[in-house]
C-alpha cells in the first residue's frame, strides 16, 4: 500500500523567515511520481511540483526549492524568505502503479501560517 | 480561459435527500476524479474516470455515484445512502490516466447536510 505521511499539522512563522514542510513516503513501486499542491484559503488546490523516482536532483522555482532523497523516502519542501501569500495548505502526494494508474495518495497536509 | 468549474460553490440539504454536484472541463482531459476532504485530513478518492462512459471506484465510493457520458462533464451525486456527507468535494482532471499526469483542480464545492 502507498503512504505519504505529513507529520507537521501547522507551522507558524515570521514573514522572510525559511521553512521546511516535511514529507515522508512508503510504496512498493520502483517507478512512482511525487507532487506537491498549494490549497490557498479559496480551497482549489494548485499544482506546485511533479517529481519522478529516478531524478534526485534538487530543484529550485524563485523561492520554493524541493530536496527528493530516496534514502530516506523523502521529498521536502523548503520556502525561502517566506511571505504571507505563502500562507496555505500544502499537500505531499504520490502516485505509481500499485495506486492504479494515476490515483493520487495524498498526505494530511501542513497549514503554514506566515504572519507579519 | 481553459479550466475546471464546479457548481454551486456551497450547497445545503436536507438529511435524506441526494443532491448532486456538478464538475465541467474545458481542458480536453480524458480523465476525471473526485475527491472528498475533511477538515484536518488529506484528500481521499471517491470515484475516477478514464475516457466516456467507463468509471471506477475510488477509495470511498460508498454512498456516491457518478456519470461520464461526455468528456467534459463528470457529475457526482452524493445519495441519502451516505452516511456522513458533509464535507469539502474537489473535482479534477489530468490530460491521461498515467501516474506522471498532474492533476488539475476546481475550485471545489462545501456541502452542508443539515
Known amino acids: 500500500a502507498q503512504k505519504v505521511t505529513q507529520a507537521q499539522t501547522e507551522i507558524s512563522v515570521v514573514e522572510k523567515e525559511d521553512v521546511t514542510l516535511d514529507c515522508v513516503y512508503e510504496?512498493?513501486?520502483?517507478?512512482?511520481?511525487l507532487f506537491w499542491y498549494k490549497q490557498p484559503p479559496s480551497g482549489e488546490l494548485v499544482f506546485l511540483i511533479r517529481?519522478?523516482?529516478?531524478?534526485?536532483q534538487n530543484e529550485i522555482s524563485g523561492r520554493y526549492s524541493w530536496n527528493f532523497q530516496k534514502s530516506t523516502s523523502s521529498f521536502n519542501f523548503t520556502i525561502t524568505a517566506s511571505q504571507v501569500v505563502d500562507s496555505a495548505v500544502y499537500f505531499c502526494?504520490?502516485?505509481?502503479?500499485?495506486?492504479?494508474?494515476?490515483?493520487?495518495?495524498f498526505g494530511t497536509g501542513t497549514q503554514l501560517k506566515v504572519e507579519l | 480561459d481553459g479550466g475546471i468549474t464546479q457548481s454551486p460553490k456551497y450547497l445545503f440539504r436536507k438529511e435524506g435527500q441526494n443532491v448532486t454536484l456538478s464538475c465541467e472541463q474545458n481542458l480536453n482531459h480524458d480523465a476525471m476524479y473526485w475527491y472528498r476532504q475533511d477538515p484536518g485530513q488529506g484528500l481521499r478518492l471517491i470515484y475516477y474516470?478514464?475516457?466516456?462512459?467507463?468509471?471506477q471506484k475510488g477509495d470511498i465510493a460508498e454512498g456516491y455515484s457518478v456519470s461520464r457520458e461526455k468528456k467534459e462533464s463528470f457529475p457526482l451525486t452524493v445519495t441519502s445512502a451516505q452516511k456522513n456527507p458533509t464535507a469539502f468535494y474537489l473535482c479534477?482532471?489530468?490530460?491521461?490516466?498515467?501516474?506522471?499526469?498532474?492533476?488539475?483542480f476546481g475550485p471545489g464545492t462545501r456541502l452542508t447536510v443539515l
Open positions: 479534477a482532471s489530468s490530460i491521461g490516466d498515467g501516474s506522471y499526469n498532474e492533476q488539475f
Open positions: 474516470s478514464q475516457i466516456v462512459n467507463d468509471f
Open positions: 517529481r519522478n523516482s529516478f531524478d534526485e
Open positions: 502526494a504520490l502516485s505509481g502503479f500499485t495506486g492504479g494508474g494515476n490515483k493520487l495518495t
Open positions: 510504496t512498493r513501486d520502483t517507478t512512482y511520481y
